[in-house]
């Protein structure tokens, strides 16, 4: 498998990259995606139950026990080749910044290598108290667990006494402010736009790519599938994160 040559092209020319990454892009550290046909994660839970105020207000020991399920699976994963790829694709020569723009709630782009990653929807080691909003130190908790069907009380945040709650944006809220107009301004700022493994589906965070095109910017779109609102003029590679990022190395 080869880079098209539009593509690498792109690549070669571009001196600031903003990359926009989606679930796609850990799938092959074997973190479920979320509308996967037969792993999803939403095939296996109901979003409703779990990923929402409302869910987490009703029964908070089973909303705070799936999100250390996945908390745990994630700190058990390693970055793939596509993470190290885009760490490794900072340093190259004559680039003046790369910026990653994440749907992501996992570390692996960090732990990867690459810093400041732009988290849109939150993160999984970020959680953070209901009452006063103080960050927690999710070492603190202890309390990962190997089942998504388990009960754990959330921690009481050390300041105010208030529950602890997984520190991700669910359905129903707003993205924090500040990294949407971090977002904002890197794709305003780049010569060229990577999206790689997302279904294109999420809003706000789909609306990036159209944001590029308005003001002339290339986007390339790397997914096995074509990402919903790819439009004419986009150049897609049909391809995962971890075979492809690499190549473009080459």
Do not use: K
């Amino acid at each position: 498998m080869t880079p098209p040559p539009a593509v690498r092209e792109a690549l070669a020319a571009a001196r600031r990259i903003t990359v926009l990454t989606g679930a796609g892009m850990s799938a092959e550290s074997g973190i479920p995606t979320f509308r996967g046909a037969q792993n999803g994660l939403w095939v296996r839970f109901d979003p409703q139950q779990l990923a929402t105020p409302e869910a987490f207000a009703d029964d908070a020991e089973r909303v705070w026990a799936w999100y250390e399920w996945r908390r745990l699976l994630v700190a058990q994963a390693q970055p793939n080749a596509g993470h190290r790829a885009l760490a490794g694709l900072a340093a190259r020569p004559g680039l003046e910044a790369l910026d990653i723009v994440t749907q992501n709630v996992d570390d692996l782009h960090e732990r990867a290598g690459s810093r400041d990653a732009i988290h849109l929807h939150g993160s999984l080691f970020a959680p953070r108290c209901c009452g006063c909003g103080r960050p927690f130190d999710a070492a603190l908790s202890g309390q990962n667990t190997a089942s998504p069907l388990e009960r754990l009380a959330p921690p009481r945040c050390p300041a105010c006494g208030g529950a602890v709650r997984p520190g991700v944006v669910w359905f129903g809220e707003a993205l924090p402010e500040g990294p949407w107009q971090q977002a904002m301004e890197v794709v305003a700022q780049a010569d060229l736009l990577l999206v790689v493994g997302t279904s294109g589906l999420v809003q706000p965070a789909a609306s990036l790519p159209a944001v590029a095109r308005r003001q002339g910017t290339p986007v390339v779109v790397i997914n096995p599938e074509p990402m919903a609102g790819t439009e004419p003029g986009d150049l897609y590679w049909a391809a995962t994160a971890a075979r492809a990022l690499p190549l473009l190395l080459a």
